[in-house]
């Protein structure tokens, strides 16, 4: 996998414009990045089409989509495969029927290397979790294995998370935090505390 990302956390996300495939309409469109300027953006790279995981995550996003839109972000899976890969590999795969999330068609490699998944040797993307907030910021990074498949279930707890601290600027969300859990607002007096701290909330 290439180490040379040119996006970093924190950083302003450059437009990038790319091929998709849309399931729902059946059709190639040509989309960017920053069309999606005023949501939480989820760019989810996986390795290939006609794999044996990657369905299975596609699959867990598929369920969650409407739930994903509902806290005002969108989500885009990419693979270095084609349109017509993408459109094949729903009509074929039981797991992807009725799935309605745009595919992009990164066939050059181009976006896998802006946020640093290309696997140079195989000219597939590692499985990479980028979001984007609504104003082009990288908050949050993701990369596995190959092997291993992602929680959907985590990521939208990561969104809500992004959601809550952008709302609530000076407050953080302590380990597994969900919403209505308890959170934290950092500083010098509870360092070394935030045990009781949370303790007396």
Request: glycine fraction near 6%; charge should be negative.
């Given at each position: ?101 745009q595919m992009v068609s990164d066939r050059t490699g181009h976006l896998s290397r802006v946020f640093g998944t290309l696997n140079v040797e195989t000219g597939n993307s590692a499985r990479g979790t980028f979001i984007i907030s609504p104003d082009g910021i990288l ?63």
């Amino acid at each position: 996998m290439e180490n040379t990302a040119k996006v970093q956390l924190e950083e302003f996300v450059n437009d990038i414009s790319f091929d998709v495939y849309d399931p729902k309409s059946d059709a190639i469109v040509r989309k960017s990045l920053w069309e999606f300027t005023g949501k939480r953006l989820i760019v989810f790279f996986y390795p290939a089409d006609f794999t044996f995981v990657c369905p299975t995550e596609l699959k867990d996003l598929n369920k969650s989509h409407e739930e994903i839109k509902a806290s005002n972000a969108e989500i885009l899976v990419v693979s270095t495969d084609t349109v017509f890969s993408h459109k094949r590999r729903i009509e074929t795969e039981k797991l992807l029927e009725n799935f309605g999330i745009q595919m992009v068609s990164d066939r050059t490699g181009h976006l896998s290397r802006v946020f640093g998944t290309l696997n140079v040797e195989t000219g597939n993307s590692a499985r990479g979790t980028f979001i984007i907030s609504p104003d082009g910021i990288l908050k949050a990074i993701e990369i596995v294995t190959e092997p291993i498949g992602r929680s959907t279930t985590e990521l939208i707890r990561k969104i809500r998370a992004l959601e809550f601290v952008r709302s609530n600027p000076g407050q953080a969300c302590p380990a597994t935090w969900n919403v209505g859990g308890e959170t934290l607002k950092p500083s010098i007096k509870i360092a070394g505390h935030v045990g009781e701290e949370m303790m007396h909330k």
